[in-house]
């Protein structure tokens, strides 16, 4: 089982950018699919981004496209999400989770993913 550590959380203004990182333990993060998730107050947790084992195909909620970017480095055993033009509907914790092999193809779901780190909080101001 890999385990998922992510940072480069913080509060920024309306309009500026955030990295973060979400760094995995486990030699076979490299075969995994991922993903990120965010969660408002007194809201559900929603799907953003997510990606294919080897990061050559990204896939987008509706309300993030063209300004937010996933990508993996399976040789630092890394997950990034590069946001841009960031709005205070951003504000939020932001998840990274896992998909092993096997797992299935879909992964829009919280329950398509089998591993969570334990979030890092974006704070955007107006």
């Known amino acids: 089982q890999v385990q998922l550590v992510e940072s480069g959380g913080g509060s920024v203004q309306a309009g500026g950018s955030l990295r973060l990182s979400c760094v995995a333990s486990?030699?076979?993060?490299?075969?995994?699919?991922m993903g990120w998730f965010r969660q408002a107050p007194g809201k559900e947790r929603e799907f953003v981004a997510a990606t294919n084992w080897s990061g050559g195909s990204q896939y987008y909620a509706d309300s993030v496209k063209g300004r937010f970017t996933i990508s993996k480095d399976n040789s630092k055993n890394t997950l990034y999400l590069q946001m841009n033009s960031l709005k205070p509907d951003d504000t939020a914790v932001y998840y990274c989770?896992?998909?092993?092999?096997?797992?299935?193809?879909?992964?829009?779901?919280?329950?398509?993913?089998?591993?969570w780190g334990q979030g890092t909080q974006v704070t955007i101001t107006s």
């Open positions: 486990g030699r076979t993060f490299s075969s995994f699919a």
């Open positions: 989770a896992a998909r092993p092999p096997g797992f299935g193809e879909a992964r829009m779901q919280r329950t398509d993913y089998a591993t």
